[in-house]
C-alpha cells in the first residue's frame, strides 16, 4: 500500500511541477487533437469545481478522508494496491491544498489532463477513482463466498 500511494505521490506532484514550470493558466497542448491534451487549470473547490469557496472544508475532507484510508486499509488487507492507489491521490491532492496559493489549507488543487468532454483533472484524482473502482469491484466479487443456497 505505501509503496503505491508513494509511486501515485510522486507521479502526481511530479506531473504538477512540469506543467506548472511550463504553462500558463488556461494554456493546453493538444496530444489528440481537441479530445486529449494537457492545459494548466486550478481548481478551488471539490469534484468538478464544485463550491470553489469552500477551499477550507475540502482541506479537513482530504485530511479526514486519508485517515479513512488508512485505518481502512489496516483492517482489510485484501487489496494494499487499490488502497495505495486512494491514499496516494487523497495525499497528492492535499499537498496542493497546503502549498499552493492562495494560503495554507486553501490551496487550488492543479488539474492539466483535459478531454474535451469532461473537467480537467490529474493522476491523483484518476488514482483514486481507480482505487475506490477496484476497491468496489472487490467487495462486489468476493471471491471465496458461495452464492447462498435457496
Given amino acids: 500500500m505505501l509503496v503505491t500511494a508513494a509511486v501515485v505521490i510522486a507521479a502526481d506532484q511530479l506531473s504538477k511541477a512540469w506543467v506548472v514550470a511550463n504553462l500558463d493558466p488556461g494554456e493546453r497542448i493538444a496530444i489528440l487533437g481537441d479530445v486529449f491534451g494537457i492545459r494548466l487549470t486550478t481548481n478551488p473547490g471539490g469534484a468538478f469545481g464544485l463550491f470553489p469557496g469552500a477551499t477550507l472544508f475540502f482541506f479537513a475532507a482530504s485530511l479526514a478522508i486519508v ?3 488508512v485505518v481502512w ?3 482489510d ?4 494496491g487499490a488502497f495505495g492507489m486512494v491514499l496516494g491521490g487523497g495525499i497528492g ?3 496542493d491544498r497546503l502549498v499552493r496559493p492562495p494560503a495554507p489549507m486553501r490551496g487550488r488543487v492543479i488539474d492539466f489532463l483535459d478531454l474535451s468532454f469532461w473537467p480537467t483533472f490529474n ?3 484518476s488514482a483514486i477513482v481507480l482505487g475506490v473502482i477496484v476497491l468496489f469491484a472487490a467487495a462486489v466479487v468476493q471471491p471465496g463466498k458461495e452464492e447462498p443456497s435457496k
Fill in 73 to 75: 486499509a489496516l483492517r
Fill in 123 to 125: 493522476i491523483a484524482d
Fill in 67 to 69: 485517515v479513512v484510508v
Fill in 93 to 95: 491532492n492535499l499537498i
Fill in 77 to 80: 488487507l485484501q487489496n494494499p
